[in-house]
């Protein structure tokens, strides 16, 4: 059986891998100098055509606004069939129709795959010479310590999407607040789009625009 010590390089591997690959980090952000006044409704908006991630998207992150104080509505509740926000008068009427002073959007703008290298290991034990042990080794003792573990380099990949979140003011239909985030797990919808809500807010919040 391998002992503890020549395992423990592989479970700190694992136990970073887990860490990391739930995380999603706001890489920047920026907001309008000018800006003045705080949001008080907002419209959420999840831009791709996968319909069921839109929904799920902006009924997470309507919420935790919510939770917040702030009032949000998720932009699907404004689209008929096949309708998107990209059209200058569908854009129009959904700001019309809910009566928001903001719009927050949020665009996957790339997906890239990348690797993470662990090099491999290798124990021996007892990998020394002791003359003065020998008086009471015989050849089996020897052989029945003297053992190499080796683990060959691990390799594993994963994507990592940028994701884009903009906020404009509908008054003046100009940007205000930007911020980009990077996720190791973007397939996991409901925890990405919490977990921006969260950053979001924060931010925003840090800036008095909520």
Sequence with gaps: MMPFHA???ILLLLLTLLSSCASTRMVDSWHAPDQKGKYK?????RITNNRESQKIFEDVISTEFKRKGVEALPAYMFLR???TLARRDVLENAVRQSG???VLS???TTVEKRANVQPGYMSNSPGFWRPSAFPYWDMYGYYGWSSTFYEPPIVTTYNVAT???NLFDTAQGKLVWAAT???TEPANTVSVSKDMANKIIR????????
């Design 7 to 9: 395992k423990f390089p």
């Design 41 to 45: 409704k907002l419209l959420i908006s």
């Design 81 to 83: 069939n096949g309708e």
């Design 100 to 102: 928001v002073d903001g």
């Design 106 to 108: 949020i665009q996957t």
């Design 163 to 165: 994701i884009q979140a």
């Design 181 to 183: 985030f990077e996720s």
């Design 203 to 210: 931010s925003l919040s840090k800036n008095k625009m909520i």
